[in-house]
């Protein structure tokens, strides 16, 4: 367990307990504007290539450029894009719903970070994964404010996927770092799919969602790379078909709950 700088091996889990209840109960905040039609189509990932990630696992993690700073302080103060038309009421229903699922597909992924952080051996790997846990409070956020604006509410079982996924995450990074990341990579394979499959569905007229899932997705992809970049080992595959029927458990009920 890695020690913090008052020198209480308990901090770290304090730490954690705090990110936790942030996670389930506190209002998400985020560090880049919601996306809008065209961020979400010139918006590259702000995840390293696959050669770059593995060189940075090695090396550790790197200080912020002014570059980087000045970016994100530019994304913070942009304004607010503008909001979809109005959707029929049988529209809206239906976009609430699926963003329903994808903020609870938010507040897992902080639980499996969360969780994977905690164990790993690596601080490099931590590293990675609270920075992964970061760019997802993005999603939450940006799922949380979606479904204000839909006149909706987050699933009322999100506690219940947060400690399961959480127990998930720990469990995967107790076997070792390198399942820990395969266990990144598998996620986020699934996660793609399932946000492709939303993007599907959404309709027609629900740009504003279209523009959030379509950014969600390219991060998603960039965490994938980065994980299998660092050394993340396939899992077997009992263990990816069982991840499976997990996500279609949650989505199933999140959807209606």
């Known amino acids: 367990m890695t020690i913090m700088e008052s020198g209480h091996p308990l901090d ?18 985020a560090s880049r504007p ?14 390293p290539t696959t050669a770059e990630a ?10 912020a450029t002014n570059a980087s700073v000045d970016a994100a302080g530019a994304a913070a103060s942009s304004p607010a894009p503008a909001i979809s038309p109005p959707l029929s009421d049988s529209d809206r229903r ?32 931590r590293d990675m994964l609270l920075r992964a846990a970061r760019e997802e409070a993005d999603h939450l956020a940006w799922c949380e404010t979606r479904l ?15 400690c399961a996924s959480f127990a998930i995450g720990a ?16 996620t986020e394979r699934q996660v793609e799919g399932h946000l492709e499959e939303h993007l599907a569905r959404l309709p027609a007229d629900d740009a504003r969602s279209r523009a959030i899932l379509n950014v969600m997705r390219t991060d998603e992809i ?9 050394g993340a080992a ?9 991840m499976r029927q997990v996500a279609r458990v949650m989505t199933t009920a999140a959807y209606w709950i």
């Open 54 to 63: 593995g060189s940075a696992l090695n090396a550790g993690p790197a200080p």
């Open 148 to 162: 204000k604006e839909l006149d909706s509410r987050p699933s009322l079982l999100n506690p219940v996927w947060y």
């Open 222 to 230: 960039g965490h994938g790379a980065t994980a299998k970049a660092a």
């Open 94 to 125: 239906k976009s609430a719903a699926l963003m329903r699922v994808n903020h609870s597909g938010e507040v897992a992924a902080q639980a499996l970070y969360h969780g994977q952080s905690l164990i790993s051996r690596s601080d490099a790997t």
């Open 171 to 186: 469990l995967a990074a107790a076997v070792g770092d390198r399942t820990s990341l395969g266990f990144v990579v598998e």
């Open 34 to 47: 919601v996306p809008d039609a065209a961020s979400a189509a010139a918006a590259p990932s702000v995840w």
């Open 12 to 29: 770290h889990l304090i730490s954690v307990a705090d990110r936790a209840l942030r996670a389930m109960f506190a209002p998400a905040h």
């Open 234 to 242: 396939e899992l077997p595959a009992p263990v990816r078909v069982l």
